[in-house]
């Protein structure tokens, strides 16, 4: 079947520092991935996405990259602000277009 | 470009009581997809619409519905709701789904059962 495994969280990091959220998924097929964000009492927005293996998604400084062979789509951006503090939810599509969501984890930047 | 619509964004209902949900898409977008968001169970997918057909549908039991109108705009419907119904439901539309497509997400209507 499909499913999305991600990170447990909270993680808080102080602001300018690394942030990795490790994401892997088991799905048959090819599944497109993707990374959502939301912010408190919104929904949910598309960060980026990656829809065959090697594909590199970035968007605002974040960063990840399909790896079929690992069966991951780590999320990466090299110096967090303040303004990231959110959820981050890892996401795979596969047929029958509905999304399969990882359970969250929760980003807090303190300055 | 209006994004997609959720209405109302909170609802407060009795358990027992039964409660409708609507989702106004993307102009042009022909795919409404449904979610519902908890604590405990995460984002699970309710069910898919394209052209007011239910195209895909996840696993709730039959108190949860939906329907789509000839314009895209979509409605889900909770009958006899339970405590535990209580949630964050998120539509997202689509130009016709699928991989390629990039789908876009509402806001949500928070959903408490008393």
């Known amino acids: 079947g499909n499913s999305v495994t991600q990170m447990e969280g909270p993680v808080t990091l102080s602001e300018e520092a690394f942030l990795t959220i490790n994401c892997t998924y088991t799905?048959?097929?090819?599944?497109?991935l993707f990374w959502y964000v939301q912010y408190p009492g919104e929904g949910l927005q598309l960060l980026l996405k990656?829809?065959?293996?090697?594909d590199k998604g970035s968007n605002k400084g974040f960063e990840a990259t399909y790896r079929k062979e690992t069966t991951s789509f780590h999320l990466e951006k090299g110096s967090v602000q303040v303004s990231d503090s959110a959820v981050y939810f890892c996401a795979l599509q596969n047929t029958g277009n509905q999304f399969y969501f990882g359970t969250g984890t929760s980003l807090t930047v303190i300055p | 470009k209006a994004g997609v619509t959720q209405t109302p964004r909170y609802l407060i209902k009795t358990r027992g009581q039964q409660v409708t949900l609507s989702c106004s898409p993307i102009?042009?977008?022909?795919?409404v997809s449904w979610y519902q968001q908890t604590p405990g169970q995460g984002l699970q997918f309710l069910f898919e619409?394209?052209?007011?057909?239910?195209?895909n549908k996840g696993n709730f039991p039959g108190r949860f519905s939906g329907r789509q109108f000839s314009n895209s705009r979509s409605e889900m419907n909770v009958s006899t709701l339970e405590l535990g119904d209580s949630a964050l439901y998120l539509c997202?539309?689509?130009?016709?789904?699928?991989?390629?497509?990039?789908?876009?997400f509402g806001s949500g209507t928070r959903l408490t059962v008393v």
């Open positions: 102009s042009g977008h022909r795919s």
């Open positions: 990656a829809t065959k293996a090697d």
């Open positions: 799905a048959t097929g090819y599944p497109s």
């Open positions: 619409y394209f052209s007011e057909t239910q195209r």
């Open positions: 997202a539309s689509s130009l016709s789904g699928g991989n390629n497509y990039g789908y876009t």
